[in-house]
T-cell receptor, first 111, second 115 residues
């Protein structure tokens, strides 16, 4: 059974710091991995999608990597800003098309 | 230019009173999903439609039903809401089920309160 774990559960950093969020999954049989952002009480915004054959994807200050063999992904945020404060969720897409989510990392960027 | 729309954004219902949540999409995607997200927990898939084919997750309670009358709309029906059904309900769509890219696009969610 696929399980997705995100560490840490919460993270607080000063503005301007570079930071890394971690995601691990137990079964390497995935189609892709998606990173989402969720603001309090809101829906999910897709940030990056990495296909199982890819190693990384970049969008602006965000860079996501995928090591399928070791079951790990990282989301790197450069030069963090207070507006980056949110919960970040990773999810893997498995056979049948469903997404299996981690519980998220709650990020707080202090001005 | 909203792509996945959910109505209402907030829904309050009474214990045992049936409630329907609505999702619509302008992407013309084949697949529509319903996820349940309880407070501080990961979203959990309830079921999905591939076109008109309904696929229920094994652990989804019978209390939850869904309808998809056409490509654009999908409804979540909770027949007899209990206090434990209070959650954020997220609708998502994708072009297909597998393969590249089949990214899932999410709506803003409906927060359900059960009194």
């Amino acid at each position: 059974k696929q399980e997705v774990t995100q560490i840490p559960a919460a993270l607080s950093v000063p503005e301007g710091e570079n930071l890394v969020l971690n995601c691990s999954f137990t079964d390497s049989a995935i189609y892709n991995l998606q990173w989402f952002r969720q603001d309090p009480g809101k829906g999910l915004t897709s940030l990056l999608l990495i296909q199982s054959s890819q190693r990384e994807q970049t969008s602006g200050r965000l860079n996501a990597s995928l090591d399928k063999s070791s079951g790990r992904s990282t989301l790197y945020i450069a030069a963090s800003q207070p507006g980056d404060s949110a919960t970040y969720l990773c999810a893997v897409r498995v056979q049948g098309g469903k997404l299996i989510f981690g519980q998220g990392t709650e990020l707080s960027v202090k001005p | 230019d909203a792509m996945v729309i959910q109505n209402p954004r907030y829904q309050v219902t009474q214990f045992g009173k049936p409630v329907t949540l609505s999702c619509s999409q302008t992407l013309n995607h084949n697949v529509m999903y319903w996820y349940q997200q309880k407070s501080s927990q990961a979203p959990k898939l309830l079921f999905h439609y591939y076109d008109k084919d309904f696929n229920n997750e094994a652990d989804t309670p019978d209390n939850f039903q869904s309808r998809r009358p056409n490509t654009s709309f999908c409804f979540l029906d909770i027949r007899s809401p209990g206090l434990g059904d209070a959650a954020m309900y997220l609708c998502a769509t994708s072009r297909g089920l597998a393969g590249a890219p089949n990214e899932q696009f999410f709506g803003p969610g409906t927060r359900l309160t059960v009194l």
